[in-house]
């Protein structure tokens, strides 16, 4: 096992084996250092839904270059990222009608798969569902989902295939700094040097961050999710959809359904705390919740419930880029949205450490210091999660 690399990446999770894939294609030596073993982190709870519907143009774009790989992703990438194509509704209260209808413009103007449907539709798209409420919705009919442990395995796999190097059970505790430079970090299997390191840390990467003195605005959010067992009537699949009005996202995965609800995710926790079990109290307000879209369900079964934890940010987006002393890159802060973006963002933060900027899509609104110059991220709907 060498020590030595390019650039040390520390997390497992899909951003940092998205970013070792990237490099390793470009000829460049990374090395992953995990704490625990790839997937651990938010990856490994993620929910793994695939759609561009974003609201703002840079998210857009990054699922949309990132819808490439999962559709093609044994040419791209080799092994298996597990995408179903569900279709996908985007179900939005009144407030938000016009908001919606400009996104979808948004969309088609980059070329992503999205139209303005009415109830009418919705309810032949999901004869299951109630639509009462709805009046217009955006439907795409390419998106769905996909295995997020399986599409970081697959990303790792192929980086180590092109030479990357992972090493599991190793804890980085310190970040070695020289001159103002990084030059390798501390890690409970000791040293290793390069000359850049990324902060791919997830809900732990404020600790990165404070081990090279940055503090910025990084919070936890933890988020718990279920799956129910559908019953007979409506045993055929579902789309998937996220339904602003009810405030919750779910999805088909077999004869299940998974749901998670946008608000009563707390801030703060510790991300080391349990996520075996969910919240006391999720699973009665995401079944009641799902009931109101999907009458039917109230006669599901419980088959799961647990949580995870991912960084976020005050306005809700990455802070990717450099960040305190040379050679120390952010990956961080996907705010819970962040796993259909990472084939996307490994290659843009490959181009931004390479090439000095990245050119598939323009991240430099992510930069980290748009906190401090008072540039926050803002985008069509409110922030979601609350
Ligand atoms: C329950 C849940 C559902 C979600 N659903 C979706 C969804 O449907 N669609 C979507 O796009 N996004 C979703 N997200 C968000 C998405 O999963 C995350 O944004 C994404 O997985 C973050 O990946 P990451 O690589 O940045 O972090 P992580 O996967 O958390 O990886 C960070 C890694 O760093 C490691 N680490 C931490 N500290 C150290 C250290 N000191 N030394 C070494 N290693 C360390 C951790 O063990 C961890 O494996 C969801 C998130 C959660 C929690």
Request: hydrophobic share 40%; net charge negative.
């Amino acid at each position: 096992m060498s020590n030595i690399a390019d650039v040390i990446i520390v997390g497992g999770g899909v951003h940092g084996a998205s970013l070792a894939f990237h490099l390793a294609q470009r000829g460049v030596k990374a090395i992953v250092l995990e704490k625990q073993f790839i997937g651990a982190g938010a990856t490994g709870r993620s929910s793994g839904l695939v759609r561009m519907h974003y609201d703002t143009e840079v998210d857009s774009r990054l699922a949309w270059v990132s819808f490439q790989y999962f559709r093609n992703w044994k040419e791209m990438v080799g092994g298996e990222c597990g995408f179903t194509r569900t279709g996908f509704i985007q179900l939005v209260d009144k407030a938000h009608t016009n908001a919606l209808k400009a996104n979808i413009k948004l969309h088609q103007a980059i070329g992503i798969p999205s139209m303005l449907v009415t109830a009418d539709d919705v309810k032949r798209l999901a004869p299951q569902f109630t639509t009462d409420d709805v009046e217009v919705a955006a439907y795409e009919p390419e998106s769905g989902y996909a295995m997020p442990s399986d599409t970081a395995n697959a990303l790792i796999g192929a980086a180590r295939a092109r030479g990357a190097q992972l090493v599991q059970d190793c804890t980085v505790t310190g970040i070695q700094v020289a001159g103002g430079k990084v030059t390798g970090v501390e890690t409970s299997l000791g040293e290793f040097s390069a000359p850049i390191i990324v902060n791919a840390a997830g809900a732990w990467a404020d600790q990165i961050n404070k081990m090279v003195g940055l503090d910025l605005p990084y919070n936890t959010w933890r988020h718990d999710t279920m799956f129910v067992v559908r019953p007979n009537e409506i045993r055929l699949s579902h789309p998937t959809v996220i339904d602003f009005g009810n405030e919750m996202y779910f999805r088909p995965e077999g004869g299940l359904t998974l749901i998670g609800l946008e608000d009563g995710n707390p801030l703060g926790e510790s991300p080391d705390s349990d996520t075996d079990h969910a919240k006391k109290g999720f699973v009665e307000r995401a079944i009641d919740r799902l009931c109101l879209r999907v009458p039917a369900m109230k006669n599901g079964a419980l088959h799961s419930a647990h949580g995870g934890y991912d960084g976020i940010t005050p306005d809700q987006h990455p802070m990717l880029g450099p960040a305190g002393p040379d050679g120390f890159f952010l990956d961080c802060g996907y705010s819970g949205t962040g796993f259909k973006t990472a084939p996307a963002v490994g290659l843009c933060m490959t181009e931004l450490i390479l090439d000095g900027a990245a050119k598939t899509v323009d991240i430099s609104l992510l930069r980290p210091e748009r906190f401090a110059e008072g540039e926050q991220v803002k985008g069509n709907y409110q922030n979601i999660w609350h």
